[in-house]
């Protein structure tokens, strides 16, 4: 199939959104062009030649569904990813919060959490600071085959670059040469679930809110909205810590004050 086959074809492709929609409750309108380009780099992947045989593809073979969905929704992450961050987020923001708490309880939210290695880093540096463990953290995911893997929390040694030995060492489990599975005193500080951060309802009073790689690939009007539904679902007072390729224009309007590059505080 050559690239561009599809380009002429907006119609077929307007179709398969509609039918792919009542498949999986995902809205590919929602995403940015770039998606329409990884459907057909699926198809050229799998040698299919059109939309209608890879709806009949997906629909058929639960495997090649779920392949297709972790495709497009790119869960790619990292223990402690861009570690900077995380240390403003442990030594500066947490305490800051923390002053405005009457004991050492934080409700917090890792939106778009993937395979769990963004929840499990926050739920370490709760740990070390001796947050308390209830609530726990929500962490969730539009995709219920990266939960799965987040809920077994087993990882390569590669996505675990960040970790210094002494984490390594205190909240993981060596099982082979090269996996490590989180220890279960971090495990049961997160709650996995699936939702969808563009059509289920937000719960309200987080004093944090992680959502870090999701809105990237959203439409910029989508974007606003979200931002608008996490100012509504944090306390005043509360942080949202926003990835570091993001930044928040118009922040003030919203509602947000910038702490720090990438965390913003709800001020009204
Ligand atoms: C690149 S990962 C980010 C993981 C983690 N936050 C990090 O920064 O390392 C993006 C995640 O967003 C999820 N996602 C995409 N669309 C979503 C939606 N509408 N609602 C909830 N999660 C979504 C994907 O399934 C994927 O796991």
Redesign the pocket.
Known sequence: MAQNDFASFPKEYEDFKKKFLEISG?DLN??KHQIHRRVHMFMRRWNIETYDDLLKNIKSDKEKYRTF?DYL??????FF?NPDRFEILEKEVLPLILETKTDRSIKAW??????G??PYSLAIIFEDLRIKRYPRILA????PN?LEKAREGVYDIKQLQNVTAERLNKYFIKRTQNLYEISQNIKDRVEFKK?????DPFDKEFDLI?????VI??EKEIKEKLYLKFRDALRIGGVLMV?NTEQIFGYREIGFKSIKPFFYQRVK
Do not use: Q
């Open positions: 995902i929602y995403y969905v929704t790119i869960n790619v992450s990292e990813r890792s939106a778009g959490c993937s395979t290695e963004e969730t995911d539009i995709d990266v939702h969808d951060l563009l059509n992680l959502c870090r790689n999701v690939y959203f990835g």
